[in-house]
């Protein structure tokens, strides 16, 4: 019988029943508990951000730490931590990031604003470009970027990519980036925080964009200077963004993002983890443990994601 730590309190009323029903359809024989007088017998961990337990250093008989969540930012430099350490690939994570960036870019690329909220009636029959006219720049190909990508290019967007490694179809370096910028209508930023991305947009790349592009985030808000956003968006040179995270959340209450007219502010929902499917992504991974194969989405702590 393995033992797994339910180390997230607050989401254990969530996971009660999809925990226990997908370890039993791995076919693991599991004792679950949220807290425990003897970590050196703890063989998994399950893991939040908002998680009490911060010194992994007792429990000596773990085999790996499964993230909630699919951003580790807030746990990959944990120096206690010398257990692998596995993030959240979820489809059904992935499916409402689909649905977010789809909607949203859809907003933008369709004008729908001017039409939902017209109180001076006006006629105005301008009709938007199509999709296939409209570049967008995917920063971040990962398993939440790539999927944006598919789904835009599905209904017609050029969407380029760009990510930290070479890989077909998609750009990469500093070059890589200005090519990305210069085109793009569209910018959607689907990286994780570290070292490297952190202030990627800044006054430098936004100056890269075609004058009145659109920024969507909701990767991580680090990724975005805001001061420079303001500034760019106050000058025109960024049409609107929409930001689903904020260096600090909740976004605090007097930041001038909540009353900027072309800041749309949507708080952290862009793709939540489902527990019952998230619940068969950890059972999966113990199952793996257990069997000795490789774990899923293992986090390589030296690129930080
Ligand atoms: P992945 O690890 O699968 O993908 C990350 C992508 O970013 C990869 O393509 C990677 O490149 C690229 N990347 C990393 N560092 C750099 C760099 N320095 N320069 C260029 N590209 C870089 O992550 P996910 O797609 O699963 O998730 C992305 C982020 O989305 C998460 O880290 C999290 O912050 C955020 N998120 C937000 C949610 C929300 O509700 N708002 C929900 C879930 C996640 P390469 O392919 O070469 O490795
Ligand atoms: C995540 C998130 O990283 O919700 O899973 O942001």
Redesign the pocket.
Known sequence: MITVLFAAPSLWPEYTEALPAALTGAGLSARIVTETTDPASVDYIVYAPSAPLQDFTPYSGTKAVLSL?????RIVGNATLTQPLC???DPA??E??VE?VTGHALRHHLGMDRHIVNPDHIWDPTCPPLARERPVAM?????????CAAALRAINFPVT???????AG?L??EAG?ETVLKDAQIVVT?????P??EN?LRASTLALLPRGAVILN???GALIDDADLLAALNSGQVGHATL??FRSEPLPKDHPFWSHPNVTVTP??????RPASAARVIAENIRRGEAGEPFLHLVDRS???
Request: charged residues 20%; positive net charge.
């Open positions: 969540w699919a951003g580790v930012e993030r959240m690939v994570l992935t409402g990031m977010w920063l971040g190909m990962g398993a939440l970027g790539s999927a990519g760009w990510s930290r490694t070479p890989k998609c990469h370096g980036l689907l990286l994780p925080k570290t490297d991305t990627l909701p990767g991580r689903d995270v952290h929902i862009a793709a939540d983890t690129r930080g994601y």
